[in-house]
């Protein structure tokens, strides 16, 4: 990229028109200015580009397929939209399954704080009554089992039952003792009432009740948030600027699948080369000219310098705002930055009326009777189309505007 020297109003150094000075024949045709005065601006000159300040390679977090893509290139979408949603089936049954097992642990929990409560209140008089019930009922569960188990004895004795019936004839009777004294073992308890162990032992579950169920909760969150990995969201509200991806694509984690821009914000960056960057400091005014909009300038200031040179390029990165963007930019625009680094009055001449050879530089000047003559000057900075002169001249000299290989000492011009 070339480097274009813009000047806008206020920054150009503004010179007084030349004459005209037209010789007769076999006398020399030449432009003839004055050293004047006027205002000198130091710049430095940079190409940069126009770039977004928020702008997001977007990326998926795991592999999977594209099921969805509600966007397109050049949609305008808010910040939380979704961009690309993978295909999430596991993921969803990982939560089923989490919120299954916690509602499980929930229910454990429940039932071991009722336990402890019971325990901590003690048996209340109905509890009493149901469980002398329970006992009565058992017991007569156990005569039955009994006469029932008699009877197939006497019937295996005679041989008019099989070895089968009489074993299941025994078992129902076991069950039956077991469950009375069961009843037993329980009505006891309600009578001699709660121990302080048991009360401890029912905390106890209680506490490893709720652990469990505030390890199925965080359960529950991993796999809501594994299936929060399946969808990709817009960070911020912008512009989609490219997509790379398709319904159907497969993508493995870390793929790049779109670009966002915020288009509501933009800067230029530019590298400024190390021998100049240290004249750069943030809010410096600067003026710069897009190539997409060539016939106009815009005025800006410099936003931020990067605190390190890159140790290759030997630049660093330069970020400009403009005071008064136009109303659209895209971003990899290419700009043409001057950084206005010092201002001050000095002597200025045309940039084409000084002839430069090797380490001497002069400029010609044009006496009152109209001859030529040299005279050597120091050159100082450069504003767009003129030079600073720091040395060898005083305003008000006539000298010529534009010089050439024509000119020589003692030739004559008439002005």
């Avoid at 966007?71 to 089936?89: F, N, P, W």
């Amino acid at each position: 990229m070339t480097r274009r020297r813009i000047w806008g109003a206020g920054l150009a150094v503004v010179l007084a028109a030349g004459t005209i000075a037209t010789v007769w024949p076999r006398s020399l045709e030449a432009e003839v200015t004055e050293v004047r005065k006027g205002s000198v601006v130091e710049a430095i000159y940079a190409t940069g580009t126009v770039t977004a300040r928020r702008s997001s390679g977007m990326r998926v977090r795991v592999a999977g397929t594209v099921r969805h893509l509600p966007v397109a290139v050049g949609s305008r979408i808010a910040a939380g939209a979704t961009v690309v949603a993978l295909e999430a089936a596991e993921p969803r049954r990982a939560v089923a399954e989490a919120e299954a097992a916690l509602a499980q642990a929930e229910a454990a929990a429940q039932q071991a704080a009722r336990q402890l409560e019971v325990l901590v209140r003690g048996a209340r008089p109905e509890e009493l009554t149901q469980a002398q019930a329970a006992l009565n009922q058992a017991s007569v569960d156990l005569r039955g089992a009994q006469l029932d188990l008699d009877r197939a004895e006497r019937l295996s004795g005679s041989g008019a039952t099989t070895p089968v019936a009489l074993e299941q004839a025994q078992q129902r009777r076991e069950a039956a003792t077991a469950r009375v004294r069961s009843a037993e073992a329980q009505l006891d308890l309600l009578r001699k009432g709660t121990r302080a162990e048991q009360v401890q032992g029912a905390r106890a579950v209680v506490r490893a009740a709720e652990a469990v169920v505030k390890q199925r909760r965080v359960q529950v969150e991993r796999a809501r948030a594994g299936v929060g990995d399946y969808v990709l969201a817009a960070p911020f509200g912008g512009v989609v600027a490219a997509l790379e991806v398709r319904e159907g694509d497969m993508v493995t984690a870390g793929s790049r699948v779109a670009q966002l821009v915020d288009t509501t914000d933009f800067e230029i960056r530019t590298a400024i080369d190390e021998a100049d960057i240290l004249k750069v400091t943030a809010g410096q005014e600067a003026v710069v000219a897009l190539d997409a909009l060539p016939d106009a300038t815009w005025s800006a200031h410099v936003a931020r310098v990067a605190p390190r040179t890159d140790p290759v390029a030997k630049t660093a990165e330069v970020a400009l705002r403009l005071d008064a963007p136009p109303g659209r930019l895209m971003e990899g625009l290419t700009a043409s930055v001057n950084l206005v680094t010092a201002k001050r009055e000095g002597l200025v001449v045309p940039a084409a009326a000084l002839v430069r050879q090797e380490r001497a530089t002069w400029v010609w000047t044009v006496a009152a009777d109209g001859l030529l003559a040299t005279a050597s000057v120091k050159p100082g900075a450069t504003s767009g189309e003129t030079v600073e002169i720091t040395a060898g001249a005083r305003a008000g000299t006539r000298i010529v505007a534009r010089a050439d290989n024509r000119l020589k000492v003692g030739r004559k011009v008439r002005v």
